[in-house]
């Protein structure tokens, strides 16, 4: 019914920005809330950022004030711009979109953050 499809993953020196993209396809995809998360190896998996149908986020501390999650409703995608990134933000970063009965993910995106 939905398939999420993530890009902009990469490598980047700690300063440095990166901007990830989660597109959509299926219908009714400016209904639902969507979010980022992300993984690093060895931990658990961590909400980075939310996002509501209308446009209300939040945000893990660790992240306020360097991430920006924001949605597109007309291209079916949903962004993470990533600032002043550090090595502890090395990790698999993965996108998901929320409906009543099912919660759709996507494949995941490496995001590696050293010199």
């Known amino acids: 019914q939905v398939q999420l499809v993530e890009s902009g993953g990469g490598l980047v020196q700690p300063g440095g920005s990166l901007r990830l993209a989660c597109a959509a396809s299926?219908?009714?995809?400016?209904?639902?809330?969507m979010g980022w998360y992300r993984q690093a190896p060895g931990k658990q998996r961590e909400l980075v950022a939310h996002i509501t149908s209308g446009g209300s986020t939040n945000y893990a501390d660790s992240v306020k004030g360097r991430f920006t999650i924001s949605r597109d409703n007309a291209k079916n995608t949903m962004y993470l711009q990533m600032n002043s990134l550090k090595p502890e933000d090395t990790a698999v970063y993965s996108c998901?979109?929320?409906?009543?009965?099912?919660?759709?993910w996507g494949q995941g995106t490496q995001v590696t953050v050293s010199s």
């Open positions: 299926g219908s009714a995809f400016s209904i639902y809330p």
């Open positions: 998901n979109l929320e409906t009543a009965f099912y919660t759709y």
